[in-house]
């Protein structure tokens, strides 16, 4: 594992906690933020915080190519993709880069995220990622705590780019 996925882990970790089963959540069941709607195989209750490591990792980290960009983009990427998924994440980051929003990293993807300041894809990705929550019919239940989130990752992003 790189330097970067280690420190976006433990930040994501600290943001997502243990066991949480609430009504409210489209997810269902969840622990270390790993649900069991996208995971049904998985024995959700028994995940142990390196057990969501390796999954966050292979399905997320690796999927999205994460170690070719800045460390702070590839945070901010892993962290939204914990709350809707490594396609929407990858989408989002797309529209920040100013390409066609396929959900693939590949290598117009790369040039263009590559070609632009690290600042710049920052606040579009968080900007996007807030409209997108804004749109979600769960808003008004977990808006606060998403634009909370979000606020952290301005924070993040902030220290990450000094």
């Not at 970790?13 to 998985?42: F, H, M």
């Not at 390796?54 to 590839?74: E, T, V």
């Not at 994440?89 to 690290?118: E, F, N, W």
């Amino acid at each position: 594992m790189s330097d970067a996925f280690n420190t976006a882990i433990e930040r994501v970790l600290s943001n997502e906690g243990g066991y949480v089963n609430r009504a409210d959540d489209p997810g269902g069941e969840t622990q270390w933020g790993i649900s069991k709607r996208s995971y049904p195989t998985v024995d959700i209750k028994a995940l142990t915080r390196d057990g969501a490591k390796a999954i966050y990792l292979r399905d997320f980290w690796l999927a999205g190519q994460m170690d070719q960009f800045d460390r702070a983009i590839g945070y901010q990427v892993l962290d939204f993709a914990v709350n809707s998924g490594i396609q929407t994440a990858i989408r989002k980051l797309q529209l920040a880069a100013g390409v066609a929003d396929d959900g693939h990293i590949g290598p117009v993807t790369v040039a263009a995220i590559k070609a632009k300041p690290v600042t710049g894809i920052l606040f579009l990705f968080i900007a996007y990622r807030l409209k997108f929550w804004a749109q979600l019919s769960n808003w008004p239940a977990a808006g606060r705590g998403w634009a909370n989130r979000a606020a952290d990752d301005l924070i993040y992003a902030a220290q990450d780019t000094q």
